[in-house]
């Protein structure tokens, strides 16, 4: 789990934040399992009550325009949402056309700096890699 601040943000930003994160797991019309594990892991830290967490799921099958998530939000909460945006977006092994576009909408909407998005997908396949050699030592340490 990322240590972080979302759970600190006020309710309505954390709602908008899970919204973000339903309308980056339908970008590319496609849902995969490695996505549906990341959206449930970071939806699980913004501690939304058990009928918000209900309509964020609704919100997968007829997710809200980008608009209407980014609206909501702070700055605070815009930089932690692009950050989770990312990690969402890389999940699946590919960052396609689309979610680079929505990456880049959410960096000029808030005002973000320029590089924002490849530092962050740099990051993320960092992690990933790392998350890799994990598993392969624990293939290696199972013989």
């Given at each position: ?8 943000l006020?309710?309505?930003e954390?709602f ?7 309308f980056?797991?339908?970008v ?14 970071r939806?699980?830290t913004?501690?939304l009550?058990p ?5 964020i799921r609704t919100?997968?099958k007829?997710p ?9 939000m ?9 950050r989770?945006?990312t990690?969402?977006a890389?999940a ?6 689309d ?8 960096v000029?909407?808030f005002g ?6 490849e ?15 994990g598993y392969?030592?624990?293939?290696e340490?199972s013989?």
């Open positions: 789990m990322l240590p972080d601040t979302i759970h600190k006020p309710r309505e954390r908008a934040y899970a919204r973000l994160l339903a980056m797991a339908r590319d019309n496609e849902l995969t399992v490695d996505e549906m594990a990341m959206f449930e892991q939806l699980g913004a501690l009550s009928s918000q967490r209900k309509l919100a997968l007829t809200p325009s980008l608009h209407e998530c980014l609206e909501g702070g700055e605070e909460t815009g930089r932690l949402a692009l989770d945006a990690m969402m890389a699946d092994g590919t960052v396609d056309d979610e680079r576009d929505v990456l880049y909408e959410i000029e909407h973000l700096a320029d590089g924002s998005v530092r962050l997908l740099n990051w993320a396949s960092k992690g990933y890699m790392w998350m890799q050699e392969d030592i624990l293939n340490i013989e």
